[in-house]
């Protein structure tokens, strides 16, 4: 059984910096492309960065220059967002995601097989 499990979410002030990181086990496939999304209430779950197994990016332009996707060095497994110079239209509950196909722009959660429960992230004024 696949899970994915997020750790790092919480309160910080804008200008903030947050490193959100989800660890995925039971998954017995290669793994071609690992994302982040984030989802308000209301709105429709959003793709922040996505990475493939080659370690290529691809990122939201509200995000590009702030954040940064990564693979926990020797560790495949573990997923990594860091984030800086946070806003306020920043806070949404974060979620990782894994595919079993490579990344496509704009392709929305769609591509995505498996979920984490998410970790929410504020950011205040």
């Known amino acids: 059984q696949v899970q994915l499990e997020e750790s790092g979410g919480g309160s910080v002030p804008a200008g903030g910096s947050l490193k959100l990181s989800c660890r995925a086990s039971?998954?017995?496939?290669?793994?071609?492309?690992m994302a982040w999304f984030r989802q308000t209430p209301g709105k429709e779950r959003e793709e922040v960065a996505s990475?493939?197994?080659?370690?290529?990016?691809?990122y939201a332009d509200s995000v590009k220059g702030r954040f940064n996707i990564s693979k926990k060095p020797n560790d495949r497994d573990t997923l990594l967002l860091q984030m800086s110079s946070l806003k306020p239209e920043d806070s949404a509950m974060y979620y990782c995601a894994v595919s079993h196909k490579y990344c496509e722009v704009g392709a929305g959660q769609d591509l995505y097989n498996y979920w984490g429960q998410g970790t929410q992230v504020t950011v205040s004024t």
């Open positions: 990475i493939d197994s080659d370690g290529v990016t691809i």
């Open positions: 039971g998954y017995r496939y290669s793994r071609p492309c």
